[in-house]
């Protein structure tokens, strides 16, 4: 069975400050990793993605996440919050033998102060 | 940047009544998935659809809903019979493999069930 799950419905930073988004996975089979925004009103927009290969990926918009698999998380990073980085934040597994399926986590919130 | 478009925006309708929500995925992709979120929960899967009929359904996914290729561009969801517990935000989505799913979400219907 595969389940995400996203520490803190609820972050806030100040612009500038180091945003970090914790993701948590379980999977009975190796799995794909994703992250998903959305900006109010709109659909959801990958930001990035692991598959295989290295485990530190690079998104657009400055955003990268690192697979631990020691861990089994996927935290979303940016060094350096902007107020346009203000939106929702989804998690997301994809089982590697299927891919037919994302199970997303409740999403994380986030705020950027001025 | 091809896109998927969902209408309407927002749909309200009695308890009781069919609805059926619209897609346009994007033109050479072969996958599609629609997917709901309850307010404040996280986006389910409901189901996808490949060369005609559905792959993959989750046990959301009853009688009371079936999908659609009417034609070569529209992908629809009908619900039959709405219930209170159907009002969700609607994503429709749309990817080219099967595999590694760099799905494109559309924008979403809100369904409000009254």
């Known amino acids: 069975a595969q389940s995400v799950t996203q520490l803190g419905s609820h972050v806030s930073v100040s612009e500038g400050a180091l945003v970090l988004l914790r993701c948590n996975y379980s999977?009975?089979?190796?799995?794909?990793l994703f992250w998903y925004v959305q900006y109010p009103n709109q659909g959801l927009q990958l930001l990035l993605k692991?598959?295989?290969?290295?485990?530190l990926v690079k998104g657009i918009n400055g955003f990268e996440a690192e697979f631990k698999k020691s861990e089994t998380s996927f935290h979303l990073t940016k060094p350096s919050a902007h107020m346009s980085d203000a939106a929702e934040y989804f998690c997301?597994?994809?089982?590697?033998?299927?891919?037919?399926?994302?199970?997303f986590g409740t999403g994380t919130s986030l705020t950027v102060i001025p | 940047e091809p896109e998927v478009t969902q209408t309407p925006s927002h749909q309200v309708t009695q308890m009781g009544q069919e609805v059926i929500l619209r897609c346009v995925p994007i033109s050479n992709h072969l996958y599609f998935y629609w997917y709901r979120q309850i307010l404040g929960q996280k986006v389910e899967f409901l189901v996808s659809?490949?060369?005609?009929?559905?792959?993959?359904k989750s046990e959301i996914f009853d009688d009371q809903f079936s999908v659609e290729r009417p034609d070569g561009s529209n992908f629809t969801l009908k619900i039959r019979s709405t219930k209170l517990e159907d009002s969700a935000m609607y994503f429709c989505?749309?990817?080219?493999?099967?595999?590694?799913?760099?799905?494109?979400f559309g924008q979403g219907t809100r369904l409000t069930v009254v």
């Open positions: 999977s009975s089979v190796p799995p794909y």
């Open positions: 692991y598959t295989t290969g290295a485990t």
């Open positions: 659809f490949y060369n005609n009929e559905i792959s993959e």
């Open positions: 997301a597994v994809s089982p590697a033998n299927t891919g037919n399926q994302f199970y």
């Open positions: 989505a749309s990817s080219d493999t099967g595999y590694v799913a760099e799905a494109f």
